[in-house]
C-alpha cells in the first residue's frame, strides 16, 4: 500500500491483478472483506469500497449468505479496459521519456522489436 | 446511522490554560477514528472529558444519547485506557485480569488468554516489577478483550516495542472486524496507525483543526517536484499546502490531483510524490517534524 | 430523545456495581488484610517476648500478678489508628484505577464503604477470638492482658462493640482523609488538619472558658464506654458523608 493513490483503489487493482493472473479464477469464491482488511492491514470500510468498486463494475458479484464470487468473464472485461488505457499510461509516458533524451520513433521502433525478439 | 459520541462547543479550562477549546464534532457508531495531534494538543483531556473522568468548563457531551458524568448506564459500556494506568499495589497482571471481567459485561476471557500469550506478559509477576513495555500491554490488552461498545485507547502503546505495536494493531482489525464497536485511538505515531483509521480527528492546541474521512484526507495533497520554473507553472493559481526547495530544486504540495493532472505533470518531467496522512498533518498545523516522529 | 440507544440497555444492577468495587478491595488484600495482620502479629510476639522475659526473670513466688497492669497498656491499639492507613492506602490507590474502569464515584464510594465496614467485622472478629484465646490460656500463660485493655469494658460483647465502632472511625476518618487527597493533594492534607487542629483547638477553648470540664469528665463517666464509643458514630458518619461529596469533585488528573 503507497500513498500516492487511495488505498481503495489500490484494493480493487491487486484483486483484478489476481483475477487476470487466474489467482482468483472466475466464478471462483474471493476472500472476505474482512480477511482483505486483515491481509493488508487496512481498516475494513476502506476494503470493502475497493470491493463495492469492482461489484459496481460487475467484475465481482454477491451470493447471498456465502461471499463474493468473480463474475464470468470478469478477466476479459478488466483487460479489456486496461487495454484502452495503455495508451495513455504507458505509450504517452514511453514516448516523452524517448523524446526528453532524444530517441526518434524510427529508433523506438527498432528499439521495441529488439525487445520483442529477445524477450 | 446513530451518534454514538456527540459533542456540542466542549471546552475545559485548567485555571488559565485553555485545554480544550470550543470543540464540537460527532462519532458515529462501529467506525475506528484517529485522535491525532502533537503532545500536549488536548486529546487526552477530551477523552477524559468524554469519559466522565473529568468536568468540562462549558458545553455538551452526550455518549449513547446521554451525558457521561456519573453515569453508570453509559459508562459501562466504555473503556478508557490510558498509557500513564497506575494499579493497585502488589497488583499481578493476573489480578487485573480477574477483576477487569467484573466491569465489562462483553468481556471475552479466550480472547484476553491469546493476547496475553501474543504479549508474552507473565501473568504471576508483581506489576512493580514489569519492564514499560509489559505494563503497557496489560492496557491494550484489557482495551480489546473488554469488547466495550466504546473504546478509548489513549497512547496506551508508547511502551511498546515495534513489534508490539503491530501485534496491537493486527489484533485490533482482526477483533474489529469480528466485533463491530466504535474505537478512537489517539496517537501522534501517525503513519503507524493511518491505514486503520476511517476517521480522523485533529487537534492542535485545543482546537479541533480536522474532521474528516481518512480516505478524503489521504488523497488531499501530493508533492510536485522538479525544476522551479516548471513546476511553478505546473502548480499555476493551484492552492500550496506547503512549499519547499534547495538550489534550482522546488517540492511544492498542493491539493489531490486527478488521473489527467497526473499525467500533465508527468509528461512536463515533473516527479508526483506522495504525502502521507503523517506528513499532511504536520503541514496543516505546521508544526516541527520531530514532534511525530516514532519515538520508540 | 426518543428511544434510548439499545447499547444502553440490560445495564447491571446498581447493587452488582457496588458490590464489584468492594470485591475490587480484596482482590488482592495484603494492604488491607495481610499486612496489618502480620504486624499485629509481630507485636504480639514482642510483648509476648518482653513478658516472658519479665516473667522469666522473676521467681516463681512473685510471678503471679507480675503482669498484672497489663490490661493498662495500649500495644493493641495500634491496629485501630493503622486502620486509617489502610482506608487512605485504598482509596487514594483504587480510585483512578476505579474510575478507569467505568466505575462512577458514587458507586466507587458506596462499594469503598462496604469493604470499610467489612474490614471492621474482620478484624473485630479476630480481635474477639484473640481475646478468647488469651482468656482461654490464662494471659498468655503469664497473667498477661493485651487484648483486653480495660478501657474496653469487662463483657466480650461490649469490648467487641467498642472495638467495630472504633475501627469504623478510624477507616471512615482515612476515607474522608483520603478524598481530600485524591481532590486536592497535599496542600489540600495540610490545610484539612489545620481546619480539623483549629476545630479541636476551638472545642477546647470553648470547654475552658465555660469552666465545663468537670461537666465534660461527668459525662464521658456517665456515658460509659460503650456511649462515647456509640457518640463517635457521629463523627464517623460526618467522615463517611464528607468522603462521599469530596470524592464526587475529584478527577484522576489530580490523584495520578
Request: glycine share 8%.
Amino acid at each position: 500500500m503507497d500513498d500516492s493513490r487511495p488505498i481503495f483503489a489500490q484494493v480493487a487493482e491487486n484483486i483484478e491483478n489476481d483475477i487476470i493472473s487466474g489467482a482468483l479464477p472466475e466464478e471462483g469464491q474471493v476472500p472476505s472483506t474482512n480477511e482483505f482488511a486483515a491481509f493488508y492491514r487496512i481498516n475494513p470500510a476502506t476494503a470493502l469500497k475497493g470491493v463495492n468498486v469492482l461489484v459496481d463494475e460487475g467484475i465481482l458479484y454477491k451470493k447471498r449468505g456465502i461471499g463474493m464470487f468473480v463474475a464470468t468473464g470478469a478477466q476479459e472485461q478488466i483487460t479489456g479496459a486496461r487495454r484502452d488505457k495503455f495508451s495513455s499510461e504507458y505509450v504517452r509516458p514511453l514516448l516523452a521519456e524517448a523524446e526528453k533524451l532524444g530517441i526518434n520513433s524510427t529508433q523506438l521502433t527498432q528499439m521495441i522489436a529488439k525487445e520483442a525478439k529477445n524477450s | 446511522m446513530t451518534s454514538t459520541i456527540e459533542v456540542h462547543n466542549l471546552t475545559k479550562r485548567f485555571g488559565k490554560l485553555i485545554a480544550v477549546n470550543d470543540v464540537s464534532f460527532s462519532v458515529t457508531e462501529n467506525k475506528i477514528y484517529g485522535l491525532l495531534g502533537r503532545n500536549g494538543a488536548g486529546k487526552t483531556t477530551l477523552m477524559q472529558l468524554l469519559t466522565g473522568q473529568e468536568f468540562a468548563t462549558k458545553g455538551t457531551i452526550s455518549l449513547f444519547g446521554q451525558a457521561p458524568v456519573e453515569n453508570a448506564k453509559v459508562l459501562q459500556n466504555t473503556c478508557f485506557i490510558k498509557e500513564s494506568q497506575r494499579y493497585p499495589e502488589n497488583f499481578r497482571p493476573k489480578d487485573v485480569f480477574t477483576t477487569a471481567p467484573w466491569f465489562f459485561a462483553n468481556w471475552d476471557p479466550k480472547f484476553a488468554e491469546r493476547l496475553i500469550a501474543d504479549f508474552r506478559l507473565p501473568l504471576n509477576r508483581p506489576i512493580k516489577k514489569l519492564s514499560r513495555g509489559q505494563l503497557s500491554s496489560i492496557g491494550v490488552i484489557v482495551g480489546l478483550a473488554s469488547r466495550a461498545p466504546l473504546t478509548f485507547f489513549d497512547e496506551p502503546y508508547l511502551g511498546l516495542d515495534a513489534v508490539a505495536r503491530h501485534i496491537f494493531y493486527d489484533r485490533l482489525l482482526e477483533d474489529y472486524a469480528n466485533h463491530p464497536r466504535t474505537v478512537v485511538l489517539s496517537t501522534h505515531l501517525i503513519d503507524e496507525v493511518s491505514n486503520l483509521l476511517e476517521h480522523v480527528l485533529v487537534i492542535d492546541d485545543g482546537k479541533l483543526i480536522i474532521n474528516e474521512d481518512a480516505e478524503t484526507l489521504r488523497n488531499r495533497a501530493t508533492t510536485v517536484v522538479g525544476m522551479k520554473t516548471a513546476v511553478d507553472t505546473f502548480v499555476g493559481a493551484r492552492k500550496v499546502l506547503h512549499r519547499d526547495g534547495i538550489g534550482g530544486l522546488s517540492s511544492v504540495t498542493v491539493a489531490g490531483l486527478n488521473e489527467s493532472e497526473r499525467r500533465d505533470a508527468k509528461a512536463a518531467g515533473l516527479e508526483l510524490s506522495p504525502v502521507s496522512l503523517q506528513q499532511l498533518i504536520i503541514q496543516l498545523t505546521s508544526t516541527d517534524t520531530k514532534e511525530f516522529e516514532v519515538s520508540a | 430523545m426518543t428511544t434510548t440507544n439499545p447499547v444502553l440497555a440490560h445495564p447491571a444492577s446498581p447493587l452488582k456495581r457496588i458490590t464489584n468495587v468492594t470485591r475490587l478491595h480484596f482482590a488482592n488484600p495484603w494492604t488491607t488484610l495481610g499486612l496489618p495482620w502480620i504486624i499485629l502479629g509481630v507485636i504480639l510476639a514482642g510483648t509476648l517476648t518482653i513478658w516472658w522475659l519479665i516473667y522469666s526473670a522473676l521467681s516463681s513466688a512473685n510471678r503471679e500478678g507480675a503482669l498484672a497492669g497489663t490490661e493498662f497498656g495500649g500495644s493493641s491499639f495500634f491496629i485501630f489508628v493503622y486502620m486509617m492507613v489502610v482506608a487512605i492506602q485504598a482509596i487514594s490507590i483504587t480510585f483512578p484505577f476505579a474510575l478507569g474502569y467505568g466505575v462512577t464515584r458514587r458507586d466507587y464510594y458506596l462499594g469503598s464503604s462496604l469493604a470499610f465496614i467489612i474490614l471492621a467485622v474482620i478484624y473485630t472478629t479476630g480481635l474477639t477470638i484473640l481475646a478468647a484465646i488469651e482468656k482461654a490460656t490464662n494471659g498468655w500463660g503469664m497473667g498477661g492482658s493485651m487484648f483486653a485493655p480495660i478501657y474496653f469494658g469487662d463483657s466480650a460483647l461490649g469490648r467487641a462493640y467498642v472495638e467495630f465502632l472504633l475501627l469504623l472511625f478510624f477507616l471512615f476518618f482515612g476515607a474522608a482523609i483520603a478524598a481530600v487527597w485524591v481532590r486536592w493533594k497535599a496542600s489540600g492534607v495540610v490545610a484539612f488538619f489545620i481546619v480539623v487542629g483549629a476545630l479541636l483547638l476551638g472545642l477546647i477553648a470553648l470547654v475552658t472558658f465555660t469552666d465545663s470540664w468537670f461537666a465534660v469528665g461527668d459525662t464521658l463517666v456517665r456515658l460509659g464506654v460503650l456511649g462515647v464509643a456509640s457518640w463517635s458514630l457521629v463523627i464517623t458518619a460526618i467522615s463517611a458523608i464528607s468522603g462521599f461529596f469530596l470524592l464526587r469533585g475529584a478527577t484522576p488528573r489530580n490523584a495520578a
